[in-house]
């Protein structure tokens, strides 16, 4: 099975990045919200949306949201949120959810780069290209790759949620790997993440193949400046060409 089905499937993914709340989605999501003017009942889709902490901060500020996901688990826990506003489904980012009917697509906390095959990296943002309506945008938020190369520490130990996390990181083949290991209940367990190591200059190759225009550049969740080798996140704004 693909790593990231396995992984982002099982409740330790959510123990382990627990720290990555509801609160910093609604800062991200509301300083968004005032750079792009968000008006009621506008349609956003949020790609990825694990257990949906983005799109209900999204539904909060009155759009109609739509949170798809691969991770069944995820999905079940969001859909406990479900309004008339605010929907969820398994799908598949790679393939097309809706044609030309999203004003905003999300992508949000690193949810892309995870593919073996390095086409369905342009196969999903193409699929973004068409989820949106000719005038929609696109908002990806990844690791920045350039400080995550230098803050690079090979292993590592977090303890958390009562688990203690052993976490080795190391870089092949211009991909993260990282590989974490626990023992919960007697058991032994062993996950991986493998990660693209995606530059802005990568995005900005890959956006062009799929027709999208990078217009906005953010480092933080802040919307502060991007400084390739200080910002922890590189985040992009682009629309439809
Ligand atoms: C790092 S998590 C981020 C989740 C959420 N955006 C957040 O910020 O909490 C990445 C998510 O991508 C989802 N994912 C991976 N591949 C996917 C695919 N092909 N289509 C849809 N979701 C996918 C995983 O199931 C996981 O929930």
């Not at 790997?177 to 919960?184: L, Q, V």
């Not at 530059?199 to 933080?220: C, N, R």
Request: proline content about 2%; overall charge negative.
């Amino acid at each position: 099975m693909a790593w990231y089905k396995d992984w982002f499937n099982s409740p330790y993914y959510h123990i382990l990045y627990g720290q990555h709340s509801d609160a910093e989605a609604a800062l991200f999501i509301n300083n968004l919200s005032v750079l792009l003017g968000f008006e009621d009942h506008q349609d956003a889709l949020d790609l990825a949306c694990g257990k949906g902490r983005h799109s209900k901060q999204l539904a909060s500020l009155k759009l109609n949201v739509t949170g798809i996901d691969l991770s069944e688990e995820s999905i079940k826990a969001a859909q406990v949120f479900a309004s008339n506003y605010l929907n969820f489904e398994v799908h598949d980012m790679r393939i097309v959810y809706k044609k030309m009917n999203f004003d905003y697509v999300f992508n949000l906390f690193t949810s892309f780069g995870y593919f073996s095959n390095p086409d369905d990296n342009i196969t999903t943002l193409a699929a973004v290209k068409e989820n949106l309506k000719s005038n929609g945008r696109f908002i990806q938020d990844y690791f920045n790759a350039p400080y995550i190369i230098k803050q690079l520490v090979g292993q590592h130990e977090i303890n958390t949620g009562g688990i203690l996390f052993k976490i080795t990181k190391e870089i092949k083949d211009h991909k993260i790997i990282k590989t974490i290991e626990f023992n919960d209940q007697g058991e032994h367990f062993q996950f991986s993440e493998v990660v693209d190591l995606l530059t802005l200059s990568d995005f900005e190759f890959l956006y062009q193949q799929a027709g999208l225009k990078i217009t906005h550049i953010f480092g933080d969740y802040h919307l502060g400046h991007y400084d390739p080798n200080e910002s922890k996140r590189l985040i992009l704004i682009s629309e439809p060409i």
